[in-house]
T-cell receptor, first 114, second 110 residues
Framework: AQSVTQLGSHVSVSEGALVLLRCNYS??????LFWYVQYPNQGLQLLLK??????LVKGINGFEAEFKKSETSFHLTKPSAHMSDAAEYFC????????????FGRGTSLIVHP | NAGVTQTPKFQVLKTGQSMTLQCAQD?????MSWYRQDPGMGLRLIHY???????DQGEVPNGYNVSRSTTEDFPLRLLSAAPSQTSVYFC?????????FGPGTRLTVL
């Protein structure tokens, strides 16, 4: 069984500040982990993924995430927020091997203030 | 390469009406799935398919039917719409470890 918990349904930052979106997972087998972004009235777009290679993963738009097995975490960070980063962010987990059916977290809405 | 397409973009139904949400992909992916997105609930899996002729239920399958006659198409059918099915529906296809999402269908059931 697998599950994802995203801490904070809303995160508010000022433009230029650090972005930190938290994701903790549960999986009975080694996981694959994903972050997706959803801009208003659009579908989901893959930001980055961890598939058992490097634990620090870099994605698009300056985002990165670090897989920490001991903490069962995969937090998303960006050093400096931009107004265009305002969106909904989803963490997802799937089990490596098998059919890779992902389970999504409930999402975190990132609000960026000028 | 259009990716994943969904039609319609918007739909309003009355309780008890039926309809089919269309989904197509041109990436020759075997795995396709349907999700619904509700505020504060994230994405919940309705049904999925691992290839033509093979479908299975996800987390919230009640009230929905699917079939997969071709690799390209994976329609979602609502046989008797209920207000609880008001939601945004996303279709996705998966190649390797990556899922590709369609733009969504916003459905309102009155």
């Amino acid at each position: 069984a697998q599950s994802v918990t995203q801490l904070g349904s809303h995160v508010s930052v000022s433009e230029g500040a650090l972005v930190l979106l938290r994701c903790n997972y549960s999986s009975s087998v080694p996981p694959y982990l994903f972050w997706y972004v959803q801009y208003p009235n659009q579908g989901l777009q893959l930001l980055l993924k961890y598939t058992s290679a490097a634990t620090l993963v870099k994605g698009i738009n300056g985002f990165e995430a670090e897989f920490k097995k001991s903490e069962t975490s995969f937090h998303l960070t960006k050093p400096s927020a931009h107004m265009s980063d305002a969106a909904e962010y989803f963490c997802a987990v799937s089990e490596s091997g098998g059919s890779y059916i992902p389970t999504f977290g409930r999402g975190t809405s990132l609000i960026v203030h000028p | 390469n259009a990716g994943v397409t969904q039609t319609p973009k918007f739909q309003v139904l009355k309780t008890g009406q039926s309809m089919t949400l269309q989904c197509a992909q041109d990436m020759n992916h075997e795995y396709m799935s349907w999700y619904r997105q509700d505020p504060g609930m994230g994405l919940r899996l309705i049904h999925y398919s691992v290839g033509a002729g093979i479908t299975d239920q996800g987390e919230v399958p009640n009230g929905y039917n699917v079939s997969r006659s071709t690799t390209e198409d994976f329609p979602l059918r609502l046989l008797s719409a209920a207000p609880s099915q008001t939601s945004v529906y996303f279709c996705a296809s998966k190649g390797g470890t990556d899922q590709f999402f369609g733009p969504g269908t916003r459905l309102t059931v009155l």
